[in-house]
């Protein structure tokens, strides 16, 4: 695991990029706020039934500030050597909780290896899966930036710092529904960090991150290349045919309060075939588990074909949904590979 020193509220950015050039570095003062503005531009959908999916995740875009500081450490044994920077700002949606109501990223940079400091790449926003340590999600994060890119990991409603004693997931699919809007937006926080290459900022969700990732990238095809792990579509499927993650999900809803007859109309509204054809087929990436007994194999096909992604972007490991963490060091590699070829900005 590769160990980052913390920084100092004054960091120093070389662009040390090939095609970004520069004879001095840029110092960029994290002691105050950056500003960053939504770009979130739904439109309309032909589809009637997208259009009142869509309506579930629009706000009006507005300048927002976003705070970068240092962290010391990931409270985590698995991670405990791995200090990040911490980039915080307001979610487009209220719970009515302050602290649920402040989206945290978990910003792993990309260093040069000679001086330490911070240079400018392409950025991957990371969503984590369903348990609660994130630790699928920060094994990503953390790997991507040993790749050469920035990955910022967001943390969901009721995870990391974004707990409360105030706050009870008894409205788990508007918790849901925070969650995608918080990680659209992050695309536009990590745009106004300097040390970013705004010219191709990617989204990458693992399970629960998943379906997250794939509605998010849903609403207006901001994410220049999205990955999505181990998920698929169908929601009420899903946590009524699969075992273990799923069953506890189809739990937890119910006993927020929501009838067992309820549960196919509560799901609905976060439903990604209802917005998944919105989905940039050529720029999306599926890889699912041929022995998933979580998400089902059918469940990632029909994602696959509401998206229209063709065999090379619907990749299929002989794994179950657990045992598939032994692809992720190829499947980690596969996407800095995409990115190095799309993104403007040299990746070594």
Same mark, same amino acid.
């Given at each position: 695991?590769?160990?980052?020193?913390?920084?100092?509220?004054?960091?120093?950015?070389?662009?040390?990029?090939?095609?970004?050039?520069?004879?001095?570095?840029?110092?960029?003062?994290?002691?105050?706020?950056?500003?960053?503005?939504?770009?979130?531009?739904?439109?309309?959908?032909?589809?009637?039934?997208?259009?009142?999916?869509?309506?579930?995740?629009?706000?009006?875009?507005?300048?927002?500030?976003?705070?970068?500081?240092?962290?010391?450490?990931?409270?985590?044994?698995?991670?405990?050597?791995?200090?990040?920077?911490?980039?915080?700002?307001?979610?487009?949606?209220?719970?009515?909780?302050?602290?649920?109501?402040?989206?945290?990223?978990?910003?792993?940079?990309?260093?040069?290896?000679?001086?330490?400091?911070?240079?400018?790449?392409?950025?991957?926003?990371?969503?984590?899966?369903?348990? %609660? /340590?994130?630790?699928?999600? #920060?094994?990503?994060?953390?790997? +991507?930036?040993?790749? @050469?890119?920035? $990955?910022?990991? =967001?943390?969901?409603?009721?995870?990391?710092?974004?707990?409360?004693?105030?706050?009870?997931?008894?409205?788990?699919?508007?918790?849901?529904?925070?969650?995608?809007?918080?990680?659209?937006?992050?695309?536009?926080?990590?745009?106004?960090?300097?040390?970013?290459?705004?010219?191709?900022?990617?989204?990458?969700?693992?399970?629960?991150?998943?379906?997250?990732?794939?509605?998010?990238?849903?609403?207006?095809?901001?994410?220049?290349?999205?990955?999505?792990?181990?998920?698929?579509?169908?929601?009420?499927?899903?946590?009524? %045919? /699969?075992?273990?993650?799923? #069953?506890?999900?189809?739990?937890? +809803?119910?006993?927020? @309060?929501?009838? $067992?007859?309820? =549960?196919?109309?509560?799901?609905?509204?976060?439903?990604?075939?209802?917005?998944?054809?919105?989905?940039?087929?050529?720029?999306?990436?599926?890889?699912?588990?041929?022995?998933?007994?979580?998400?089902?194999?059918?469940?990632?096909?029909?994602?696959?074909?509401?998206?229209?992604?063709?065999?090379?972007?619907?990749?299929?490991?002989?794994?179950?949904?657990?045992?598939?963490?032994?692809?992720?060091?190829?499947?980690?590699?596969?996407?800095?590979?995409?990115?190095?070829?799309?993104?403007?900005?040299?990746?070594?």
């Amino acid at each position: 695991m590769m160990r980052f020193v913390g920084v100092s509220y004054a960091v120093v950015v070389v662009l040390a990029a090939s095609s970004l050039l520069a004879s001095d570095p840029i110092v960029v003062d994290f002691s105050q706020p950056l500003t960053a503005r939504d770009s979130l531009n739904i439109g309309k959908d032909p589809s009637d039934d997208a259009n009142e999916c869509l309506a579930g995740f629009e706000w009006i875009p507005t300048e927002f500030s976003v705070t970068v500081n240092e962290h010391p450490s990931i409270d985590s044994p698995t991670f405990k050597a791995t200090p990040y920077i911490e980039v915080s700002f307001p979610s487009p949606l209220s719970s009515g909780v302050a602290a649920i109501d402040r989206v945290v990223c978990e910003w792993y940079p990309v260093r040069d290896k000679t001086t330490n400091e911070i240079v400018v790449r392409p950025a991957m926003v990371v969503v984590h899966e369903s348990g %609660s /340590g994130m630790h699928v999600g #920060r094994l990503v994060a953390v790997e +991507l930036s040993r790749r @050469g890119l920035h $990955a910022f990991l =967001v943390q969901l409603p009721g995870y990391g710092q974004r707990r409360s004693d105030d706050f009870k997931q008894d409205h788990l699919v508007e918790v849901f529904r925070q969650g995608i809007c918080d990680v659209r937006r992050a695309r536009d926080a990590v745009a106004a960090i300097p040390a970013v290459d705004s010219t191709h900022i990617g989204l990458q969700g693992t399970s629960l991150g998943g379906f997250v990732a794939t509605l998010a990238a849903s609403l207006d095809r901001r994410f220049d290349t999205v990955f999505l792990l181990l998920c698929g579509g169908d929601l009420h499927g899903v946590l009524t %045919s /699969g075992a273990k993650d799923s #069953r506890k999900a189809l739990d937890r +809803l119910i006993a927020s @309060g929501v009838r $067992a007859d309820q =549960v196919a109309a509560a799901l609905n509204r976060i439903e990604p075939l209802r917005i998944a054809h919105r989905l940039d087929p050529e720029c999306t990436w599926l890889f699912s588990a041929t022995l998933d007994d979580v998400v089902l194999p059918r469940f990632s096909k029909q994602l696959a074909e509401v998206a229209r992604l063709e065999e090379g972007h619907h990749q299929k490991m002989l794994a179950t949904h657990y045992s598939g963490v032994i692809f992720l060091p190829g499947v980690l590699e596969y996407i800095r590979k995409v990115v190095a070829e799309k993104s403007e900005v040299a990746i070594p």
